[in-house]
């Protein structure tokens, strides 16, 4: 498996408290991704990142927000969290913008 | 920004047939096209890829077609397995230094023994 890694893996929050999800990858690829998968709607791009502080918005970045102050570190952060974002959130990692890309093992968060 | 449709949502096959999976993408720039299986409760791991200079490409009992100038491709999967029962992801990344990556919303196939 790549060297990527999602923490924390499993997460409870209330209403309204911020929240930080963090990938962390070992393979120096230069494209990292958040994902947030929901039955029916497959996987949905919150936000992508090109480079080191090169970020752009995905398809559901309301609520959002990332950081990326080194390439090897990826976060995602919900300023205040809302019952409608919890989710399975995955991470992936990419040499470039058309090759594999590597998904974390995914973070469950709940928000109630 | 770039949309992948998935057709369909649910595919039931017998054992040893052949399943199609079917997927549009809308922006004319993108240029690379991965399929994605993911097992229950497990992270989604790439399964075939194509580029758009390529129209068919093969590995094993899975292949993929593109067709470019429609913008769909397809996944087609011959003598099924139980093992292949799973969600299937098609995806479409476009050009340029800042690609990203968008998914269509899957397709759960079942194999039947």
């Known amino acids: 498996d790549a060297g990527i890694t999602q923490s924390p893996r499993h997460k409870v929050t209330e209403t309204g408290t911020p929240v930080t999800l963090r990938c962390h990858q070992t393979?120096?690829?230069?494209?990292m991704y958040w994902y947030r998968q929901d039955p029916g709607h497959g996987l949905r791009l919150i936000h992508y990142?090109?480079?080191?502080?090169?970020?752009d918005k995905g398809e559901v970045s309301d609520g959002y927000s990332v950081s990326r102050s080194k390439t090897e570190d990826f976060l995602l952060t919900l300023e205040s969290a809302t019952s409608s974002q919890t989710s399975v959130y995955f991470c992936?990692?990419?040499?470039?913008?058309?090759?594999?890309?590597?998904f974390g093992q995914g973070t469950r968060l709940t928000v109630v | 920004g770039e949309n992948v449709e998935q057709h369909p949502s649910t595919l039931s096959v017998q054992e040893g047939d052949s399943a199609v999976i079917k997927c549009t993408y809308s922006?004319?720039?993108?240029?690379?096209f991965p399929w994605y299986k993911q097992e229950l409760g497990k992270r989604p791991q790439l399964i075939i890829d194509?580029?758009?200079?390529?129209g068919e490409k093969k590995d094993q009992r899975i292949a993929v077609t593109l067709n470019k100038t429609a913008k769909h491709f397809s996944l087609h999967i011959t003598e099924t397995q139980p093992e292949d029962s799973a969600v299937y992801f098609c995806?479409?990344?476009?050009?340029?230094?800042?690609?990203?990556?968008?998914f269509g919303k899957g397709t759960k196939l079942s194999v039947k023994p």
């Open positions: 992936a990692i990419s040499e470039s913008g058309q090759s594999e890309a590597f």
């Open positions: 393979e120096n690829h230069r494209y």
């Open positions: 990142s090109y480079g080191v502080k090169d970020t």
């Open positions: 922006d004319s720039a993108s240029n690379y």
């Open positions: 194509i580029r758009s200079n390529v």
């Open positions: 995806a479409a990344a476009s050009g340029g230094s800042q690609g990203n990556l968008i």
